[in-house]
């Protein structure tokens, strides 16, 4: 059993819903379901504690291919992310052309990774997430999202500020 987030693990599921339903029509305005996998891993060694999916999308979508493309982007962001250690969000080491993406962020203990909608979203999932379960304070959101040039993600900090 891993005792990094299996005590936390029922508020994980809940701080993920809660925040995709706020990012839901943001979504939907960019074309996406909004839907995708969440990771939780350990920042000191990289143990990965939660993996899952979430969203309606998940349960409809008619392409298998999507949920393991999800799945396998959540885990490279939070490798890439990992294995970066000066860095705070993915979007750093961020290099499309060789399909690496924002969407990570690392927090306190944790790096959280999500993946399924357009990436400025997932990296704001994530910072919902960590804002939700105190394990981050907004200026600490706030740095990652300057980091990142997230625009999207500070406005939907500002909205809930």
């Known amino acids: 059993m891993n005792t990094l987030v299996y005590p936390h693990a029922l508020k994980f599921v809940a701080a993920v819903t809660?925040?995709?339903?706020?990012l839901a029509s943001a979504a939907r305005e960019q074309g996406r379901y909004p839907a995708g996998y969440f990771t939780v891993r350990s920042r000191r060694d990289n143990t990965l504690a939660l993996l899952?999916?979430?969203?309606?999308?998940?349960?409809?979508?008619?392409?298998?291919e999507k949920y393991v493309g999800w799945r396998d982007?959540?885990?490279?962001?939070?490798?890439?992310?990992f294995n970066n250690p000066g860095h705070v969000s993915s979007w750093q080491s961020r290099d499309p052309e060789k399909k690496k993406y924002g969407?990570?962020?690392?927090v306190g203990d944790y790096i959280l990774t999500f993946s399924g909608l357009p990436e400025a979203l997932d990296e704001a999932l994530c910072a919902l997430v960590a804002l939700d379960m105190g394990i981050a304070d907004a200026q600490t959101v706030q740095k990652i999202f300057e980091v990142s040039g997230n625009a999207e993600g500070q406005r939907f900090l500002a909205q809930i500020k």
């Open 18 to 22: 809660r925040a995709l339903d706020t």
């Open 52 to 64: 899952m999916p979430f969203g309606d999308g998940v349960a409809e979508h008619t392409n298998p």
């Open 73 to 81: 982007k959540a885990l490279e962001k939070g490798d890439r992310l």
């Open 103 to 106: 969407g990570a962020i690392a």
